[in-house]
């Protein structure tokens, strides 16, 4: 068959066998993507710190669950507040399969070792490192 002629490809279908179509197959299996290209690692300043340009606080994010139905994100921060413990950044309800609460705490790393003892919360409210996913 003669390809330079568009006509002639339109009148005579192209037809291909199994076989073939399984070769095809496989060949397209065996492409793969070439690899990411890798970044460098990060570098961290050293420099005087000023007004205007400050570093972030790494928080550090605990799960806290086994909660009642009625509790709330404002229920959470206040209790630590009673506790001693003005440094929660961000409190998050997560959504839970049951009838129990659950949340996920973020505050800098320097202050979860207060949170992260059983004598700190009630009896029966469970905790642990968030587990990100």
Not at 34 to 49: L, Q
Not at 79 to 104: L, N, P, Q
Request: aromatic residues 8%; hydrophobic residues 30%; glycine residues 6%.
């Amino acid at each position: 068959m003669d390809r330079s002629n568009p006509k002639e490809e339109a009148t005579h279908p192209q037809t291909t066998t199994a076989t073939e179509d399984n070769m095809r197959q496989e060949n397209h299996q065996r492409i793969r993507a070439a690899p990411k290209e890798t970044y460098p690692a990060p570098k961290v300043g050293t420099g005087p710190k000023t007004n205007g340009l400050k570093p972030a606080i790494k928080l550090k994010w605990m799960f806290i669950g086994r909660l009642d139905d009625s509790t709330t994100e404002n229920d959470i921060i206040e209790y630590m507040k009673d506790k001693g413990i003005m440094t929660v950044k961000a409190c998050h309800e997560i959504r839970t399969r049951g009838r129990s609460k659950a949340f996920k705490i973020g505050m800098p790393e320097e202050e979860v070792d207060k949170i992260d003892t059983e004598d700190f919360w009630p009896e029966g409210i469970t905790f642990r490192p968030y587990l990100f996913s």
